[in-house]
Structure formats: structure tokens, C-alpha cells
Nanobody
Framework: QVQLTESGGGSVQAGGSQRLSCAAS????????MGWYRQAPGSQRELVAT???????AYADSVKGRFTISRDNAKNTVYLQMNSLKSEDTAVYFC??????????????WGQGTQVTVSS
């Protein structure tokens, strides 16, 4: 069983910074992609950033230049450094991990979500 545990959410003033962490636990994990999505009230869940095991990253246009995703493969942990936060970044942030069962097949796992509130 794979569990993802998030930490680091909370309230911050606009222009401030916050760092989210997400640790995956389980036995003999082979994690391919990890990343973050977010969901604001009344909106669909949207991709924020992803990172592959080799370090390749991708970002939503709305966060490029402000957010940085990174991961520690030895710790099965992914991070999201959020700078220059805006009120529109307010959302519940969910981490995910694509865990491989075979060389080409795997399953997606999700964290419970952590609230980020940016006040102006």
C-alpha cells in the first residue's frame, strides 16, 4: 500500500513564499513521475507542476517563474517551492505519484490535500 503524506500548507500574504512537501511511503517503491495539482473552490483540479525520476520538470503557465518543483528520490519526497504568491494561488494542493508495477505499467496515488490560502 502506498501512502502520500503532505505538509507545508497554511496562510500567507500575497507576495510571500511557502514550501510544500509530500513523502511517499510503502515497500520497494519505484516511482516514475511525481507532482502537484490544485483545486480552487468551484474549479476543476488543475496541474501545477510535475517532475520525472530523471529530473525533467513541467509547469503550468500560471506558475512558471514563481514555483519550483524538486524531488529527493532517496526519500521518495517531492517539494514545491512557491514564491511571489498571488491570491489566485489559493487552493487545496494535492500531490501525486505514479508508482510502477511493471516496466511500463503503474498506478497513480494521491495525497489528502493541503490548503494554501493567499491573502491580499
Amino acid at each position: 500500500q502506498v501512502q502520500l503524506t503532505e505538509s507545508g500548507g497554511g496562510s500567507v500574504q500575497a507576495g510571500g513564499s511557502q514550501r510544500l512537501s509530500c513523502a511517499a511511503s510503502g515497500s520497494a517503491l519505484r516511482i516514475a513521475g511525481m507532482g502537484w495539482y490544485r483545486q480552487a473552490p468551484g474549479s476543476q483540479r488543475e496541474l501545477v507542476a510535475t517532475i520525472q525520476s530523471g529530473g525533467t520538470t513541467a509547469y503550468a503557465d500560471s506558475v512558471k517563474g514563481r514555483f519550483t518543483i524538486s524531488r529527493d528520490n532517496a526519500k521518495n519526497t517531492v517539494y514545491l517551492q512557491m514564491n511571489s504568491l498571488k491570491s489566485e494561488d489559493t487552493a487545496v494542493y494535492f500531490c501525486y505519484a505514479h508508482v510502477l508495477r511493471t516496466l511500463f505499467k503503474g498506478d497513480d496515488y494521491w495525497g489528502q490535500g493541503t490548503q494554501v490560502t493567499v491573502s491580499s
